[in-house]
């Protein structure tokens, strides 16, 4: 039972952007580390799953990097003012170092001991300063890391426009049309301009980015116009010297050098990796068709693997021979969500825009995308100019067989491409196949879209509204005949009201009734006959939003409007019950209880309300739940109901709140989980206990499993009682004390295995007393019989020359023996 006294807190439940900063590789290019917000994830290389998350900082985090003197460990830093160590394999912080400055990027390298170097801000905004900090040796967990030593000045916060170089004996730094060297030891700076202005070849000198050759003293720039530059002799003011390589027609995102310096790999928005090899231009590679633009480009240390982060939230990991091994896919971050945030009754998945032209449906369980479903399935042209065809609306019936989407361009006034589709889902090919598509359903842009979840309705029916001041009814038709089996849509009904824009439908919970809201009114129409049955108008702006109540207050029909109304009617007395006047944004029912979520925004941020159409006083208010904007919400039913006690959170037993703010962070309610309260190893065990049931399971595992439990049976007697191993101080400092303050191993062999050993009166104490109980039976019970028995055995296997080997029987092999002797067999003799 979780105790009503639990405060709820608003936490980042996935979504966030992988392709923030560069990714980052293990030394053995087994994992891959990448920011995820407040977390950095720990994702195989080889299955794409995360195995780790890393929480600990409490904003942003902007830069990781691993431990150049230990391989098993990543440093990490963060918005917060603090770098933080890890031991990645077991997900344990090991250390915090407090600098208390905002801090953008983080760079290590080996010569550089005891210290990391980190991008920090000036008292300008704008401004901003690369530094080294110096991390005191300290044997406490948080430590005040204050020693910071000035290094470069006027540089740009990316960490795309910074590189060591080798052995770390200079930085470079780009910024606008410069291009400035720091050398560590003679502790000068030389600087280089490139012109400003536009040449005749009308190319763009701007630097975008910068990495340093690993064994050469060669830099190489990436420009706006596409090109990449390779400086050298670049000592010497005068005499030093670039050489051009260009491909890209647009600017130049990011690069890299492999681990040996003999490529050089470059990315943009063509969505092309191209590897330029030994820096020639007719010697270069490619690896097309990457469905992004390339924003970081990574390598790891041992050289076997590259790693592409795309403008889709999307991680690509590359062999060396270029070709792709891995992709990992978070949310995608589309330019606006327009479909808003739905759920995809059969997988429970959280459905809205994806990739341009595509809807995606993403696992709220595993934080990963499931699939990408291809609505409008036309190759899209990365062209700032083009006006695209986008998808402006969907919507699921409440089984998810069907599937209604609209999509639509308009390149001017009078010219408006509008196309509606209806997806069938089939259960062979476990996909959506496109069943109806419906060129220009209305004559004006789509406002809204909805199905009649009623679940005792025969054929599924189709609401749209549009600004063209109708409403039509669409319900699915069999045309099959003797020759083929067709099923399809058609429109059943067309409803308007005083040529007034529709703006927003919804169905009562039962689908008797049909609410259309006509800009400043609402209508309510039977769903049977499509009659008028009656209008509600409330002069305080056109209408945002509407819906049901649901349950017990199926009786309520609730709106809002642009001027901050929230109006209740009751559609029994059609009279309106009770008004609120406050700034809704956001306003979701929950399809499990008679609760509806609304957010308002303010000044400070977004405020979030739930309350009962029934009651006008709000059940829970959470102030401040973000700063940001919050533009959809949405009710995600829980597989296990939660079981709250307070009347306050019983909002949160049968369902989750999602919510997605302006950034596009995803963002829900949660109180302090269990996952929290464990120690490591324990979050170890429960994540080796909760592994999924797969197919393979069934027809190996739970076999396997049967026969484990079989032997175990068998040998349960034979077992040899062991010292309890909580009881010996040796093992109990192996096992409980954190691996980086264990002393050395070959410390402690010698007292590891010394506790393993077992002493002379270490013997099985319950075995003694079996044993004689077992002598004692078989004194008391064998005859005489049964001796001679046994000596004509003993003889037998004595003169038995043919056998080299004596079988000896097993303690359970002599139990059944005995058993069978004390058998009568005298009714043989009478046979």
Same mark, same amino acid.
């Given at each position: 039972m979780v105790e009503g006294e639990e405060s709820v807190r608003v936490v980042h439940c996935g979504g966030s952007a992988l392709n923030f900063r560069r990714a980052a590789f293990s030394a053995d290019s087994r994992y891959l580390f990448c920011v995820s917000g407040d977390f950095i994830k720990v994702y195989s290389t080889a299955t794409e799953e995360c195995v780790h998350i890393l929480q600990g900082h409490r904003n942003l985090v902007t830069g990781i990097h691993l431990n150049p003197n230990n391989h098993l460990q990543l440093y990490s830093c963060s918005f917060d003012g603090t770098i933080k160590l890890w031991d990645y394999l077991d997900g344990i912080l090991i250390k915090t170092f407090i600098v208390g400055h905002k801090l953008h990027t983080l760079f290590t390298f080996a010569h550089a001991e005891d210290s990391v170097y980190v991008i920090t801000n000036k008292e300008e905004p704008d401004v901003f300063q690369l530094v080294s900090v110096k991390l005191p040796k300290s044997s406490s967990q948080e430590v005040q890391a204050k020693e910071v030593s000035f290094v470069l000045d006027y540089i740009n916060q990316s960490?795309?426009?910074?590189?060591?170089?080798?052995?770390?004996?200079?930085?470079?730094?780009?910024?606008?049309?410069?291009?400035?060297?720091?050398?560590?030891?003679?502790?000068?700076t030389s600087k280089f301009t490139l012109p400003s202005t536009k040449t005749k070849k009308r190319s763009k000198n701007t630097f975008t980015c910068v990495a340093c050759h690993p064994k050469e003293d060669c830099i190489a720039s990436g420009h706006m116009d596409g090109k990449i530059r390779l400086w050298r002799n670049f000592d010497d003011e005068r005499k030093y010297t670039y050489t051009c390589l260009h491909w890209h027609h647009d600017m130049v995102m990011d690069l890299a050098f492999s681990v040996t310096g003999t490529s050089l790999l470059s990315g943009g928005r063509e969505c092309v990796l191209v590897e330029w090899r030994d820096a020639t231009e007719k010697n270069k590679e490619f690896l097309p068709r990457l469905g992004s633009t390339i924003e970081h480009i990574s390598v790891s240390p041992a050289g076997d693997l590259f790693c592409t982060s795309h403008s889709d939230n999307k991680i690509m990991v590359i062999h060396r021979n270029l070709e792709t091994s891995a992709v990992i896919q978070g949310l995608v971050k589309d330019r606006s969500i327009s479909t808003g945030l739905m759920v995809d009754p059969r997988t429970k998945a959280l459905v809205l825009n994806g990739k341009p032209g595509h809807l995606q449906f993403y696992s709220l369980q595993s934080d990963k995308q499931l699939y990408n479903l291809d609505?409008?399935?036309?190759?899209?042209?990365?062209?700032?100019?083009?006006?695209?065809?986008?998808?402006?609306?969907a919507a699921f019936n409440c089984s998810g067989k069907w599937l209604a989407t609209v999509e639509q361009r308009k390149e001017r006034e009078s010219e408006l491409e509008l196309q509606m589709k209806l997806w069938n889902?089939?259960?062979?090919?476990?996909?959506?196949?496109?069943?109806?598509?419906?060129?220009?359903?209305?004559?004006?842009?789509?406002?809204?879209?909805?199905?009649?979840?009623?679940?005792?309705?025969?054929?599924?029916?189709?609401?749209?509204?549009s600004k063209d001041g109708r409403f039509k009814v669409w319900i699915l038709t069999d045309d099959s005949d003797i020759y083929r089996k067709a099923v399809g849509w058609t429109c059943d009904f067309v409803g308007s009201y005083h040529k007034f824009q529709a703006t927003n439908c919804c169905f009562?919970?039962?689908?008797?009734?049909?609410?259309?809201?006509?800009?400043?009114?609402?209508?309510?129409?039977?769903?049977?006959?499509?009659?008028?049955?009656?209008?509600?108008?409330?002069?305080?702006?056109?209408?945002?939003?509407?819906? *049901?109540?649901? =349950? $017990?207050? @199926?009786?309520? &029909? +609730?709106?809002?409007?642009?001027?901050?109304?929230?109006?209740?009617?009751?559609?029994?007395?059609?009279?309106?019950?009770?008004?609120?006047?406050?700034?809704?944004?956001?306003?979701e029912p929950d399809p499990t209880s008679e609760h509806i979520a609304a957010v308002s925004q303010s000044p400070v941020g977004a405020d979030l309300f739930v309350f009962k159409p029934s009651e006008p006083r709000p059940l829970y208010i959470q102030k401040s739940i973000c700063r940001e904007e919050v533009q959809?919400?949405?009710?995600?039913?829980?597989?296990?109901?939660?079981?709250?006690?307070?009347?306050?959170?019983?909002?949160?037993?049968?369902?989750? *709140?999602?919510? =997605? $703010?302006? @950034?596009?962070? &995803? +963002?829900?309610?949660?109180?302090?989980?269990p996952e929290e309260k464990l120690t490591p190893t324990s979050k170890q065990l429960l994540a080796e206990e909760s592994l999924p049931i797969t197919p393979f399971y069934f027809i190996l595992g739970k076999h396997r499993q049967q026969q484990?439990?079989?032997?175990?049976?068998?040998?349960?007697?034979?077992?040899?009682?062991?010292?309890?191993t909580e009881n010996i101080p040796a093992i109990n400092e192996l096992l409980h004390t954190p691996a980086h303050v264990l002393p050395s191993a070959s410390f402690l062999c010698s007292l590891f295995v010394d506790s393993l050993l077992l002493s002379h009166g270490t013997h099985s104490t319950e075995g003694i007393?079996?044993?004689?109980?077992?002598?004692?039976?078989?004194?008391?019970?064998?005859?005489?019989?049964?001796?001679?028995?046994?000596?004509?055995?003993?003889?037998?296997?004595?003169?038995?020359l043919g056998e080299d080997i004596i079988h000896q029987l097993s303690k359970s092999e002599e139990r059944e023996l005995r058993k069978l002797r004390k058998v009568d067999y005298s009714w043989i003799a009478d046979l």
């Open positions: 960490p795309k426009c910074i590189a060591f170089g080798s052995e770390g004996e200079y930085v470079a730094a780009v910024r606008d049309f410069y291009l400035s060297v720091y050398f560590f030891k003679k502790k000068t609505i409008i399935q036309q190759e899209y042209i990365n062209d700032t100019g083009l006006i695209q065809i986008e998808l402006a609306k889902y089939n259960k062979k090919t476990q996909g959506f196949v496109l069943n109806t598509k419906i060129a220009m359903p209305h004559d004006d842009h789509i406002t809204a879209l909805c199905f009649c979840n009623a679940e005792k309705a025969e054929n599924p029916t189709l609401v749209t509204a009562s919970e039962d689908g008797s009734l049909l609410a259309v809201s006509f800009e400043e009114t609402v209508t309510v129409w039977d769903s049977e006959t499509w009659e008028l049955r009656c209008t509600f108008c409330q002069r305080a702006g056109k209408i945002k939003h509407l819906c *049901f109540g649901k =349950l $017990t207050c @199926s009786k309520y &029909l +609730l709106g809002t409007t642009e001027q901050g109304i929230l109006c209740c009617w009751n559609l029994l007395s059609c009279s309106l019950e009770w008004s609120a006047k406050f700034m809704v944004s956001v306003l959809w919400g949405v009710f995600v039913p829980r597989d296990v109901p939660e079981s709250f006690t307070s009347e306050a959170h019983q909002w949160l037993n049968r369902s989750q *709140f999602y919510f =997605l $703010t302006k @950034s596009q962070s &995803l +963002l829900t309610f949660s109180t302090k989980s484990k439990e079989h032997l175990n049976e068998t040998l349960k007697e034979e077992r040899v009682q062991l010292p309890l007393p079996d044993d004689v109980d077992m002598e004692e039976e078989i004194n008391s019970d064998d005859s005489d019989e049964e001796k001679d028995l046994a000596e004509e055995t003993q003889h037998a296997a004595i003169t038995d």
